[in-house]
């Protein structure tokens, strides 16, 4: 059910892109309290992307979930900051995120929806 999109500037070789992958789909799925095989994470590298005039790193990210709920967004935002600077070096304040929380109709899977 979680959907964690990352999308960064930074150039990032494809050991340390899978490492980094499997450390956000850890990290949502214990932050969600969700099991992690539902847990999926996508990873857009090296994006043209300019953020307060400058090219330097930053990150972009979109969590979706079914039942996110407003009063845990603080401290996913906080996990996901220091993810992406301890993984890719990003500034927490050169990170935007969006989170979202799908009504369980508009959530498709295994061709059905939840």
Same mark, same amino acid.
């Given at each position: 059910? #979680? ?17 980094? %992958?499997?450390?956000?789909?850890? =990290? ?28 330097? #790193?930053l990150?972009?990210?979109? %969590?979706?979930?079914?039942? %996110?709920?407003?009063? =845990?967004?603080a ?7 220091? %993810?992406?600077? =301890?993984?890719? @070096? ?8 969006? /989170?979202?929380?799908?009504?369980? #109709?508009?959530? @498709?899977?295994?061709?059905?929806? /939840?």
């Amino acid at each position: 059910m #979680p959907y964690l999109h990352i999308e960064t500037n930074v150039e990032i070789n494809s050991n340390k892109a899978q490492a980094m %992958l499997n450390s956000a789909s850890q =990290t949502v799925a214990t932050a969600l309290k969700k099991p992690e095989k539902y847990v999926m994470v996508s990873l857009k590298q090296q994006a043209t992307m300019l953020f307060s005039g400058t090219s330097a #790193p930053l990150a972009y990210l979109e %969590l979706k979930s079914l039942g %996110l709920e407003e009063t =845990t967004t603080a401290a996913l935002s906080a996990q996901l900051c220091t %993810l992406m600077q =301890t993984q890719l @070096g990003v500034d927490p304040g050169r990170i935007y995120i969006e /989170f979202a929380a799908p009504e369980r #109709p508009m959530w @498709g899977w295994n061709s059905a929806t /939840f």
